[in-house]
């Protein structure tokens, strides 16, 4: 798929109902803010660590096996199909050590846009192609992630 189709259906997907993929289970309830706060603090202290990235990057490696997958840096219009691995742990650390920008993740032409943004503790997840979102619930277990609906605040 061109790149301006890619960036058009990515621009419809974005207006979507979405998924949260996270190292939590659930929403964490305003009143522990602060904790969660900390808990970012703790994830990325060390950005050599990449957590909670590593476990984003196996989960998307191992989508790779079942699924085509095109990504470009958020700030940028030029997609990439099937990246290697190496890339992506290299796009991810990037990530992980300036905490700017993002990835996003198109997913079999369009069926699914996965997004990650630097500063966060998830990707989302946009589209409702249910066999996939199956795929990804299972690939995320084998990776200690949940996958969540968001429900609008």
Known sequence: MENENLDTVRD?????????????PARTPA??????????KYCFRDPKA???????????VKLGCYC????????????????EPEYL??????LAETRRGGLHFMINGGKLL????????YMTMYGSSLCLIRRIKQLASSEGLFVWKSKKL
């Open 114 to 121: 996965i997004t990650l943004d630097a500063d966060d503790l």
């Open 12 to 24: 419809a997907l974005l207006r979507k109902p979405y998924q949260i993929i996270d190292i939590l």
């Open 31 to 40: 009143r522990f803010a602060a904790a969660y706060s900390a808990l970012e």
């Open 89 to 94: 742990s290299n796009a991810l650390r990037e």
């Open 68 to 83: 085509d997958i095109a990504v470009c840096r958020a700030d940028d219009e030029e997609w990439l199909c099937s990246p």
């Open 50 to 60: 990449d957590m909670p990235y590593t476990r984003f990057l196996n989960l998307i």
